[in-house]
């Protein structure tokens, strides 16, 4: 019997990708998790406000989302797929190992 480990997405390789490509970067987490640290140029559109996206971003690049854990992040990228954007869930800031804002505006 063959048993194969799932790799979780390697967030900190994604967020210097969508950085280096001046990409959306959206932060699905409510707005006081947001406020309490939140990976540099990202967003802050909570999963349950998703639908104001539709018409105002393009869908010629893709939108990189994460939340804490993943699990939001994996309902947004379902949701945003149907409304027809390319996306990277970047899986929970739980693993990230980079700089971290404090604060901030949420959209």
């Given at each position: 019997m063959l048993f194969f480990k799932c790799q979780a997405p390697n967030i900190d390789?994604?967020?210097e990708q969508?950085?280096?490509?001046?990409?959306?970067?959206?932060?699905?987490?409510?707005h006081e998790?947001?406020?309490?640290?939140?990976?540099?140029?990202?967003?802050?559109?909570p999963l349950d406000a998703l639908d104001?996206?539709?018409?105002?971003?393009g869908t010629?690049?893709?939108?990189?989302?994460y939340c804490l854990s993943g699990a939001?992040?994996?309902r947004a990228a379902v949701r945003l797929r149907r409304m027809g954007y390319q996306v990277v869930d970047m899986g929970g800031i739980?693993?990230?190992h980079g700089r971290i804002e404090r604060g901030g505006e949420e959209k």
């Open positions: 390789m994604l967020s969508a950085t280096a490509e001046a990409h959306l970067i959206v932060d699905v987490r409510t998790e947001y406020r309490e640290g939140h990976i540099p140029g990202s967003v802050n559109i104001a996206l539709r018409g105002q971003v010629e690049g893709p939108i990189y989302v939001r992040s994996s739980s693993g990230y």
